[in-house]
């Protein structure tokens, strides 16, 4: 459960160099002016917590310098009490107790924070917390924190510390016998340590001078042992001073002074994707609903002034404009069949609300029942059946779509008879060059000078739909810079997990012209509520082979069940068709469950590439604005072993490119914060899992999305 030295560090530095791009690229938000962090990029005074908690969504990343040691912590405010962070930390010449010292120790830990009570007129908050919760124990400690504030601009802080927060002066436990000691040691839980040991009083005092600017001071609780007895921290007074200044809205600058002689700087860009930057958006104006005369709705559709094809090729044409592929249609004299491809508009509710609109538009006027079928990938993901005279009677009048929406009729997709195919709308070709940039941690292996290093160039992609539910697609990488040198092959040397993971370093070195992808991939519903994957070829830069899928998921249920099986080989380092003497059956079950608060879980059993069995659970926060932060913790049966780095914990991020815009686009920027170079718990990379592929169109996702059906 150690950390890494540099050149062997867990952290995806790629992905931390994607999260401050992404931030960078979303427009900075207001946040609460009273809110400053500490050096480890939590709510508080400089080392000790408050019991504040910033808005509900808010997102910030914070980077703290101190001497010998850098600190990137991302902060979530996953709902108005509960708050997590991400942190990873660089700090020279330093090791846990046991292990040797190493030149640059990178360490990964993880925060839970919940405000308990709620600050009143004599009455602060109060909050609990656990820092570094499943880490090596650097960071580890636990807190009761109360916060109160006097006026505008004075607020004062007082807890309770256990862990590192509990080594000034600590006082005995008074939780009990069982508490009075901290265990330590490799073969130690996490758990096993929370609230034991002494304990420790803490406090301090924030005071606004004006809008932009706050000082601090706060009387510390943690000692630094660690840090102290590796001659790393002197700390000659436990009194910590700092300022932080909000140059713009949600930027802050910090400077402290702590331990009576030592200066740090910090930074921190805080963003809450419940505020759009660019208000309700700027996208064209949705066509009319055509209302009928009532006289016409009973009439027979006259099919020799109105031939079909005549009409197909009509709704053709108006879709193509708005980025809608129309792909199947059935008339009959009342009612329509439509199916089609959104390729325009993140929200499928959105692109569902401009295809009813249209047929409004060209339909004869004696259909009445619209059912309208979404698809991706060649599977129709779902059946929404709405009325024609619902339509045209609550396009405009208050509270019309939750109206709709409770008229509307959700089901399975129908079958593919009685459809004809509409005339084609889009290529089946596509193709797009772009650069590509990549940060490479090293492998782990002491004998190797192999740190971080930077790569990128030229990656040509390409696809094609030779029906369309069977695409072959690829790219090609041309590398054009790379610093990678010196990378030592990790062999297996009769270990308990082969390095599956760990020679990542060596594919960015001696691959220079690559194929990180070339797939044949097949799409299928083989039974109602039943979705199937089939993918061959080179899957992943560094596997390929066979990967099939099978997913359930009832369109309106919360839940889905699916199954993953792969037959994969380990690609060579040059990254091109040889590949190396490793290959590994894997694949998972897995379960699906959509909250009706917008959060959504997951959890994956099975087998990961190094042969090891084990469970990952996934929790993802979704907001209506296409917004998605998530945490992942994966568990083998590896995990505690004296060899491995503990529980695989990671983070996410999608930032959907409309949000930044403000017009309609399908793209988002996306990142993962986790352990890229260990060789537990580590699943196969691969494109096209179903459940992200029908997600979108069931009916949990079209509710969340039908505020923007009108639009």
């Not at 040991?197 to 601090?216: C, H, P, Q, R």
């Not at 060579?572 to 469950?593: K, M, N, P």
């Amino acid at each position: 459960m150690g950390g890494h030295i540099m050149s062997g560090k867990a952290i995806s530095a790629k992905a931390a160099v994607s999260v401050a791009a992404l931030l960078a690229a979303a427009p900075a938000l207001a946040q609460d002016r009273g809110i400053t962090s500490t050096i480890y990029g939590t709510p508080g005074l400089l080392e000790m917590p408050v019991a504040l908690s910033a808005p509900e969504g808010n997102l910030s990343a914070t980077v703290t310098f101190l001497p010998g040691q850098t600190i990137g912590t991302l902060t979530f405010q996953v709902t108005d009490r509960l708050s997590t962070s991400y942190r990873i930390a660089a700090t020279q010449d330093f090791s846990l107790p046991g292990n040797p010292v190493e030149s640059t120790y990178v360490d990964r830990s993880f925060d839970l924070r919940y405000r308990l009570l709620d600050e009143g007129q004599y009455r602060p908050s109060v909050s609990v917390g656990f820092q570094d919760v499943f880490g090596t124990g650097q960071f580890g400690a636990e807190y009761i924190v109360a916060s109160k504030t006097f006026g505008d601009s004075l607020r004062v802080t007082a807890g309770l510390g256990w862990g590192r927060f509990g080594t000034l002066d600590g006082i005995s436990n008074p939780l009990g016998a069982d508490y009075e000691t901290r265990p330590q040691g490799d073969d130690v839980d996490p758990w096993e340590q929370y609230f034991r040991g002494d304990m420790a009083l803490f406090g301090g005092v924030e005071y606004s001078l004006a809008d932009n600017w706050t000082i601090k001071a706060e009387y510390s609780s943690d000692t630094s042992e660690r840090e102290t007895a590796l001659g790393l921290v002197e700390r000659d007074s436990p009194l910590n001073f700092g300022l932080a200044w909000t140059p713009l809205p949600g930027v802050q600058v910090g400077a402290s002074y702590l331990y009576g002689n030592t200066f740090g700087l910090m930074a921190t860009v805080t963003m809450n994707p419940n505020e759009r930057p660019m208000g309700a958006g700027i996208e064209s104006a949705p066509v009319p609903v055509a209302v009928r005369p009532v006289a016409a709705r009973t009439g027979a559709w006259d099919r020799t002034a109105m031939p079909e094809a005549t009409v197909a090729r009509a709704l053709s044409r108006a879709l193509t404009a708005e980025g809608i592929v129309l792909t199947d249609l059935e008339l009959t004299d009342t009612t329509a069949r439509v199916r089609y491809i959104n390729t325009r508009y993140r929200a499928e509710a959105q692109a569902m609300g401009r295809v009813a609109r249209i047929l409004t538009q060209g339909l004869p006027p004696s259909i009445e029942l619209i059912t309208l079928e979404p698809t991706s990938q060649g599977i129709p993901m779902s059946a929404v059946t709405l009325r024609r005279t619902d339509l045209e009677a609550l396009e405009t009048v208050s509270g019309g779509t939750e109206a709709l929406l409770a008229r509307a009729v959700f089901a399975d997709a129908g079958p593919r008879s009685g459809l004809t195919p509409a005339t084609p709308g889009a290529d089946r070709f596509e193709w797009g060059l772009a650069p590509y940039v990549g940060l490479v941690d090293g492998n782990g292996d002491p004998d190797s000078d192999a740190g971080l290093s930077l790569n990128g160039g030229a990656e040509l992609s390409a696809s094609y739909a030779i029906m369309p539910n069977l695409v072959l697609s690829g790219a090609v990488r041309q590398q054009l810079v790379n610093t990678a040198s010196d990378a030592v092959f990790v062999a297996d040397d009769d270990a308990e997990l082969y390095p599956v993971r760990r020679n990542a370093p060596l594919y960015a070195q001696e691959g220079t012209t690559t194929i990180p992808t070339l797939t044949l991939a097949h799409f299928g519903r083989p039974a109602p509520n039943l979705y199937s994957r089939l993918t061959a070829g080179l899957l992943e830069p560094m596997y390929g082979g066979i990967s099939t899928e099978l997913l359930y998921k009832p369109v309106s249920s919360n839940f889905g069940v699916g199954a993953e099986l792969n037959y994969v080989v380990q690609r060579d380092f040059d990254g091109q068709f040889a590949f190396r003497d490793y290959e590994v059956l894997t694949g998972h079950g897995s379960v699906y469950y959509q909250f009706d608060t917008g959060f959504y879980g997951q959890i994956d059993v099975g087998r990961y590439l190094a042969g090891d069995w084990g469970a990952t659970l996934t929790l993802d926060r979704t907001f209506e604005n296409g917004w998605r932060v998530g945490a992942s913790a994966t568990l083998t049966e590896t995990t505690f072993d004296d060899m491995s780095e503990g529980i695989d914990y990671g983070v996410r991020i999608t930032v959907p490119v409309d949000f930044v815009l403000g017009r309609p686009t399908q793209r988002d920027l996306s990142t993962s914060l986790g352990a890229s170079t260990r060789d537990d718990g580590q699943r196969l990379v691969v494109d096209g899992r179903l459940y992200d592929v029908v997600r979108d169109g069931h009916r949990d996702a079209l509710e969340d999305g039908w505020g923007r059906f009108w639009r």
